[in-house]
């Protein structure tokens, strides 16, 4: 009995892994090129993207020291290109 | 045995802090008061939660530690959709610890017997059929229902009934593919089978036992039931995933509401490499339920032990596999790290089987020893 339950483990354990690599191996060398940047690879479509807040406001704004609303969209010169936190959180 | 031990617990001291710097993070860059209170909280509950209840109830330290990281890795993954959902996930956590302490102590009460064994039977099927008697619920307790039917399983392997057990074993499977949920219905005629095969003395019954469920499997499958469409798989959702925490904060491109969301959020905010670590916990938690097995004295143990250790490992398992693309059926719920509060509450009853039967394991190498002392 111990015997067996050593292989079952074993073997579950391997396939785990083996699993785990396989996936993550698969979907950044899909053709056995890594893509260059995460973007590079099959994008979310945007319909499919859901807003952490369905009212549109930020879940972890400050109530007492609310940020204040930005009238106009900044230009890149003002904000840092990529830096998604301050369009995530209103900042 | 003091070396081991130190060892845990360095590691468990390593992984609060993990858990009090990786709530920090959004809490600096936000500045919201939640985030820093749970980055205090959390790692004083875990501590709490491990001293506790596991002296209480002597439950497994190694195990449940393991068991609340992931579901700390749960909260973490929830942070980034909003402060209620995050405290929702510590609330299903905590109260999953009253049937991590039901599961404890039933096992140390159990005396294997047919009657008591037939009771765990039932309403393991019961649970398991309770989307053909309410087809409109949107949760499942098929988790719940595969743990209780295991324990009736290995209660009538210790006591030779092969019979019961295999008739108990096969209408579980013909409930699951009749409701369609075909990746559980994997998942349990496989484990059905391996405990099957290591709890009972005769290669025959083994032998029936596969047999039949692989027989009703391709019966109801291939004649009955319709086949699943070819599920999409999730490699483009895998391939977005980092390597590493990225320096700021991912759009949620993955939806919050399915069991398997939590394991696909942890990947986008905090990497691969976290994801990972979150698999090596899982596959320490299955390690530790093996050696479990290994040490005990009763057959029945062993057998529920190593059933234990196949759900979660093959459950862990079907969940990657799905994911990868590899099996056409929905990925489900991974062990603790889920955000559907039955298969929650179904992985700690498990992990609470687990614990009673280490402290059973405890309790016979205490006899051992006092015996021992007494011999001289």
């Known amino acids: 009995m111990r015997y067996r339950i050593r292989i079952i483990t074993l073997v579950l354990v391997c396939a785990l892994l083996a699993v785990a690599l396989w996936t993550a ?49 900044p230009s890149p010169e003002e904000t840092p290109a990529s830096d998604p936190l301050f369009n995530t959180f209103g900042l | 045995m003091r070396k081991h031990s130190s060892f845990r617990s360095r590691v468990f001291v390593l992984l609060l802090v993990l858990f009090a710097a990786a ?4 809490a600096s860059r936000t500045g919201s008061p939640v985030l820093y209170m749970l980055a205090a909280a959390v790692p004083v509950v875990m501590l709490l939660l491990l001293f506790l209840p596991a002296g209480l109830f002597s439950l497994d330290r190694s195990s449940l530690s393991a068991a609340l990281s992931l579901c700390g890795f749960g909260m973490l993954a929830a942070v ?42 039932l309403c393991g099927l019961a649970l398991i059929s309770f989307p053909l008697w309410l087809p409109s619920v949107s949760f499942s307790l098929a988790e719940g229902g595969m743990a209780l039917l295991l ?5 009538f392997l210790s006591l030779r009934q092969y019979f019961p057990a295999l008739s108990a074993s096969l209408v579980g499977t013909f409930l699951l593919l009749l409701g ?30 596969l ?48 069991p398997e969301s939590l394991y696909f959020l942890l990947g986008e905010q905090y990497g691969l490499v976290f994801l990972f670590c979150a698999l090596l916990l899982l596959i320490a938690l299955l390690i530790r339920g093996a050696s479990l097995a ?31 693309g590899l099996l056409p059926v929905a990925p489900g719920a991974f062990p603790f790290l889920t955000s559907s ?15 009673g039967v280490s402290a059973r394991n405890d309790a016979d190498l205490e006899e051992d020893a006092r015996l021992a002392m007494l011999a001289h």
């Open chain 2, 211 to 258: 047999v039949s469920s692989a027989g009703l499997f391709a019966i109801l499958t291939g004649f009955v039931l319709p086949v699943p469409d070819a599920a999409p798989g999730m490699l483009s959702r895998i391939a977005a995933m980092p390597l590493i925490p990225p320096e700021t904060i991912a759009e949620d491109s993955a939806g919050f509401g399915s």
């Open chain 2, 294 to 324: 290994l040490h005990t004295r009763k057959s029945f143990h062993a057998s529920l032990s190593l059933g234990i250790v196949l759900l979660l490992g093959l459950r862990a398992l079907l969940f990657l596999a799905a994911a990868a």
């Open chain 2, 151 to 155: 324990f009736a399983v290995a209660a």
């Open chain 2, 341 to 355: 509060a039955p298969d929650l509450f179904a992985h700690f009853f498990l992990l609470g089987l687990l614990s």
């Open chain 2, 80 to 121: 980034y959709i909003s402060p209620d959902e995050t405290l929702s996930q510590g609330m299903r956590c905590i109260a999953a610890l009253f049937f991590l302490a039901f599961g404890a102590v039933l096992v140390r009460a159990f005396r294997p017997s047919v009657p008591a064994a037939v009771l765990p039977a």
């Open chain 1, 25 to 73: 191996k698969s979907a950044w060398y899909p053709d056995g090129i890594r893509p260059d940047t995460p973007e590079e690879a099959v994008q979310p479509v945007a319909s499919e993207v859901s807003s952490p807040s369905p009212s549109g406001q930020d879940p972890w704004a400050d109530p007492v020291n609310p940020a204040p609303a930005a009238e106009t969209v």
């Open chain 2, 23 to 26: 709530f920090l993070l959004p």
């Open chain 2, 180 to 209: 369609q949920d075909y990746g559980t219905a994997v998942v349990w005629g496989l484990v059905s089978v391996l405990v099957f095969w290591t709890g009972s003395d005769s290669l025959l019954w083994s032998g029936i036992s």
